[in-house]
């Protein structure tokens, strides 16, 4: 993935800087998604809602992140396996939309499934660990006086089980959760093996507020994918 990562970053700046020329719609995304992609999964329900705080302590809402693309995941510092593996799988997610006029639309979002332990501190440590830019990324964890257990119990509401053994470790899968401007969940990308230019595609069919098909003179999907 590292070393496909410049070529990744002039094929999205291409697709941002001829928005609305390109401007595939949502609808057309979605289907060749379907047909190609097959760690992807079409979803349009309400996104579970939550109370959460971020690092510096400060109450964030669902509701509070209207007018953006979420692009979110659930994670645990101490994990020592997969969760560091999706993180980073994600900033080079970041790096590739933040390149473009994306940037102002779209936030990542991080909810750790072990509040005890996943402090401001160390949610801070994590990302910066990790080399993620804040600038449209955060990071939560439950509210003071919440339950250990309440946001594994977030994540399984948006459909994602983390099963907590008695050293701590928590036994999940891995679930990319696209969230439109109005609180929808609009995909879910599984594991780590789908194409990072797929959800950066379908994200930015959602920053175009396009949902109609309509004829363009652009290349076809097939042409775009032979990019890689």
Same mark, same amino acid.
């Given at each position: 993935?590292?070393?496909?990562?410049?070529?990744?970053? %002039?094929?999205?700046?291409? +697709?941002?800087?001829?928005?609305?020329?390109?401007?595939?719609?949502?609808?057309?995304?979605?289907? #060749?998604?379907?047909?190609?992609?097959?760690?992807?999964?079409?979803?349009?329900?309400?996104?579970?809602? =939550?109370?959460?705080?971020?690092?510096?302590?400060?109450?964030?809402?669902?509701?509070?992140?209207?007018?953006?693309?979420?692009?979110?995941?659930?994670?645990?510092?101490?994990?020592?396996?997969?969760?560091?593996?999706?993180?980073?799988?994600?900033?080079?997610?970041?790096?590739?939309? !933040?390149?473009?006029?994306?940037?102002?639309?779209?936030? &990542?979002?991080? +909810?750790?499934?072990?509040?005890?332990?996943?402090?401001?501190?160390?949610?801070?440590?994590?990302?910066? %660990?990790?080399?993620?830019?804040?600038? #449209?990324?955060? =990071?939560?964890?439950?509210?003071?006086?919440?339950?250990?257990?309440?946001?594994? *119990?977030?994540?399984?509401?948006?459909?994602?089980? =983390?099963?907590?053994?008695?050293?701590?470790?928590?036994?999940?899968?891995?679930?990319? =959760?696209?969230? @439109?401007? @109005?609180?929808?969940?609009?995909?879910?990308?599984?594991?780590?093996? &789908?194409?990072?230019? #797929?959800?950066?595609? &379908?994200? !930015?069919?959602?920053? !175009?507020?396009?949902?109609?098909?309509?004829?363009?003179?652009?290349?076809?999907?097939?042409?775009? *994918?032979?990019? &890689?």
């Amino acid at each position: 993935m590292t070393k496909r990562l410049p070529g990744l970053l %002039a094929f999205v700046l291409a +697709i941002a800087s001829a928005v609305p020329a390109m401007g595939h719609s949502l609808e057309e995304v979605d289907q #060749n998604l379907r047909d190609q992609e097959k760690y992807f999964q079409t979803v349009d329900v309400d996104a579970p809602d =939550f109370a959460l705080q971020d690092v510096n302590g400060r109450s964030i809402r669902l509701a509070d992140l209207r007018g953006k693309v979420l692009i979110l995941h659930f994670i645990y510092t101490s994990c020592g396996d997969v969760c560091p593996l999706h993180t980073d799988r994600l900033a080079q997610i970041q790096t590739m939309v !933040n390149q473009t006029p994306m940037k102002s639309m779209v936030e &990542f979002v991080t +909810i750790t499934t072990d509040p005890k332990r996943d402090t401001g501190p160390a949610l801070r440590d994590y990302a910066e %660990a990790h080399g993620v830019d804040a600038s #449209n990324w955060m =990071f939560l964890t439950a509210q003071a006086g919440e339950p250990e257990d309440s946001t594994r *119990k977030l994540a399984a509401a948006y459909g994602l089980q =983390f099963s907590q053994d008695k050293d701590g470790m928590q036994m999940h899968g891995l679930v990319t =959760f696209v969230i @439109d401007q @109005d609180g929808r969940e609009r995909a879910r990308f599984h594991g780590l093996k &789908f194409e990072p230019v #797929n959800l950066v595609l &379908f994200v !930015n069919a959602l920053t !175009n507020r396009t949902q109609k098909p309509h004829a363009h003179p652009e290349p076809g999907w097939d042409k775009i *994918k032979g990019f &890689f």
